[in-house]
C-alpha cells in the first residue's frame, strides 16, 4: 500500500520561508505526476502546484506562483515545495498527492494522500 509523509511545516515569519518534503512509499514513484494542496480552517481544499513524472513540467496556482516551487527526486521518492515569502495568507495544512491525471488541478486527479503538516505564517 502507498503512503505519503509530508513533513516540514512550522510557525514562520511574515516574508521568511519554508521547504515541505512528501516521502511516498513503493517503488512506481517516478510513474506518478504528484501534486501539494492546501487546506485553510473554514476553507476547501485548493491546488498549490503539480509535477510531471520527470519533473519537466510544473504548473501552479496563481495565488502562489513566483513564490513557490514544486521539485522532485525520483531517487528518493520524494517531492518537495519550496516555499518563499510566506504571508499570513498562506497558513494552512498542506498535503501532497499522487496524481492518476496529467497535471491536474482538482482532488479527482489524485489518488493517494498524505495526513498533511500544519504551516503557520505570522505577521
Known amino acids: 500500500q502507498v503512503q505519503l509523509v509530508e513533513s516540514g511545516g512550522g510557525l514562520v515569519q511574515a516574508g521568511g520561508s519554508l521547504r515541505l518534503s512528501c516521502v511516498v512509499s513503493?517503488?512506481?514513484?517516478?510513474?506518478?505526476?504528484m501534486g501539494w494542496f492546501r487546506q485553510a480552517p473554514g476553507k476547501d481544499r485548493e491546488f498549490i502546484a503539480t509535477i510531471s513524472w520527470s519533473a519537466d513540467s510544473t504548473y501552479y496556482a496563481d495565488s502562489v506562483k513566483g513564490r513557490f516551487t514544486i521539485s522532485r527526486d525520483n531517487a528518493k521518492n520524494t517531492v518537495y515545495l519550496q516555499m518563499s515569502s510566506l504571508k499570513p495568507e498562506d497558513t494552512a495544512v498542506y498535503y501532497c498527492?499522487?496524481?492518476?491525471?496529467?497535471?491536474?488541478?482538482?482532488?479527482?486527479?489524485?489518488?493517494?494522500w498524505g495526513q498533511g503538516t500544519q504551516v503557520t505564517v505570522s505577521s
Open positions: 513503493g517503488r512506481t514513484f517516478s510513474s506518478y505526476v
Open positions: 498527492a499522487r496524481g492518476i491525471r496529467y497535471l491536474s488541478t482538482r482532488e479527482s486527479g489524485y489518488d493517494t
